[in-house]
């Protein structure tokens, strides 16, 4: 990487990059995909999760996360024209604290607190984060989480709390680079507000999955395959 040394800070997307949450989403769904049975496969169903998430998310932009994915999983019964089950929509909208790290992400993060500020921009609640930062077992600068903001991803707002919030510890958005794998809900506002990205490509360009295409042609300024790989890019980790 170029220019790498002008950065202090680095803001997050968490699920999606530091967390695999299409296999959290997967096993979380997993008695909806038994009632389904052969009827759609396990690309299908993160495709109709994301299209779900990202219309609800639009529409009830103050709604908490965890009411989101309740109303996702009542939306996913419609379409698939399930009966519906109250205890399965409670039990998925519980379940983010359980989604698991990627691999490469706790030790990682380690690597790179030691010499940047790490900020999470994340489309989510406290209640559902607490999990998440038990499972991340680190003590992030900042949290910049949707239920304080009340709007979620892409909205530009998200970012702008998270600016706002690095000048008040004496980081302008010139020193920030913001790390995501989500091209529509990161890369696109983040590109648009001037900031430098970084895509941890996670899936290797595949199309497809939990997250919508961003529609429009975007480029971030670097790209990796593992938040390890941009540790080691970024001068902080060897390995």
């Known amino acids: 990487m170029s220019d790498v040394t002008r950065f202090q800070a680095l803001t997050f997307d968490c699920y999606g990059t530091l967390i695999d949450w299409e296999r959290g989403i997967l096993t979380a769904l997993r008695p909806m995909r038994q009632r389904l049975v052969d009827?759609?496969?396990?690309?299908?169903?993160?495709?109709?999760?994301?299209?779900?998430?990202s219309r609800i998310e639009r529409e009830h932009p103050t709604l908490p996360y965890t009411e989101i994915l309740r109303r996702v999983h009542q939306s996913l019964e419609s379409t698939f024209e399930l009966p519906g089950d109250a205890a399965a929509a409670a039990a998925f909208a519980g379940s983010v604290g359980d989604w698991p790290p990627f691999p490469d992400t706790v030790a990682a993060l380690r690597d790179l607190q030691t010499r940047f500020k790490l900020v999470i921009v994340s489309n989510?609640?406290?209640?559902?984060?607490?999990?998440?930062?038990?499972?991340?077992?680190?003590?992030?600068?900042?949290?910049?989480?949707a239920e304080d903001v009340g709007v979620y991803k892409p909205d530009h707002r998200m970012f702008d709390r998270a600016l706002s919030t690095l000048a008040n510890m004496g980081i302008g958005r010139d020193s920030v680079l913001h790390v995501a794998q989500s091209l529509y809900h990161d890369h696109v506002p983040a590109k648009a507000l001037g900031l430098a990205t970084a895509w941890v490509d996670r899936y290797r360009g595949q199309s497809g999955g939990a997250v919508r295409p961003p529609g429009i042609d975007i480029r971030p300024d670097y790209t990796v395959g593992s938040l390890r790989e941009l540790a080691v890019r970024l001068g902080v980790s060897t390995d």
């Open 124 to 145: 989510t609640d406290h209640a559902s984060f607490a999990g998440t930062q038990r499972s991340l077992d680190i003590r992030f600068d900042a949290l910049v989480l």
């Open 39 to 53: 009827r759609i496969d396990d690309g299908q169903l993160l495709v109709a999760f994301g299209d779900a998430e």
